[in-house]
């Protein structure tokens, strides 16, 4: 079992940034990735962006050019850096992580990522 802590969230004026955190324990895969998701009131859980443990990003069309994955191995950390954030980035966030099997890409659904954090709040004011 992965255990994934977040942190950073907050509230943040529009046009601002924040930095969300997550701190991984020891991931049994040997091939993984870790992402982060949000919900907002009323609406389904979205992936934002993904990052295999090869370094490989992906990220939505929601996140593109304003967001960015990274992660620190030597701190089992994972990163969301949210610049230029808009009120619709209002939610909670979540990062979570999937077993990739070797060669193949992470998923992108919701539903193949088996190990989630408590999640941390964004609030964006205008």
């Known amino acids: 079992q992965v255990h994934m802590v977040e942190s950073g969230g907050g509230s943040v004026q529009a046009g601002g940034s924040l930095t969300l955190s997550c701190v991984v324990s020891?991931?049994?895969?040997?091939?993984?990735?870790t992402a982060w998701f949000r919900q907002s009131p009323g609406k389904e859980r979205e992936w934002l962006a993904i990052?295999?443990?090869?370094?490989?990003?992906t990220y939505a069309d929601s996140a593109k050019g304003r967001f960015t994955i990274s992660q620190d191995n030597a701190k089992n950390t994972l990163y969301l850096q949210m610049n230029n954030v808009k009120s619709e980035d209002t939610a909670m966030y979540y990062c979570a992580a999937a077993y990739r099997a070797p060669f193949t890409e992470c998923p992108l659904v919701t539903d193949q990522y088996k190990n989630w954090g408590q999640g941390t709040q964004v609030t964006v004011s205008s």
């Open positions: 020891e991931n049994p895969y040997s091939t993984y990735c």
């Open positions: 990052i295999a443990n090869s370094g490989i990003t």
